[in-house]
């Protein structure tokens, strides 16, 4: 068997982090929550017509839409100890 030499890519990635709060469902606290966005600067990351890849300001615009556009299911602000009564 022949040796194959892998070589790995690493992208630069950009993040953009959203927190959200709103009233847990079970007890009516304030509840806060958070994701990041993340998306890489690479030449398969194209633009919607799939022309040519995303420049890095077209992905930082992009990430930073998904982060701005996130609103989560009213069920996710529950508290785990609300989550627990209610089963």
């Known amino acids: 068997m022949r040796g194959y030499t892998t070589v790995t890519i690493t992208y630069e990635q950009v993040r953009e982090p959203a927190t959200r709060t709103g009233p847990c469902p079970g007890c009516g606290r304030k509840t806060r929550r958070s ?3 993340t998306e890489t600067i690479n030449p ?3 633009i919607a017509d799939k022309s ?9 615009a992009s990430v930073r839409a998904k982060a701005q556009a996130w609103q989560p ?3 996710v602000f ?3 100890a609300c989550r627990a009564v209610t089963r």
Not at 52 to 60: I, L, Q, Y
């Open 35 to 37: 994701r990041t966005f």
């Open 44 to 46: 398969f990351n194209k």
């Open 52 to 60: 040519r890849p995303k420049t890095p300001a077209e992905v930082r």
């Open 73 to 75: 299911d009213p069920e």
């Open 78 to 80: 529950r508290h785990d």
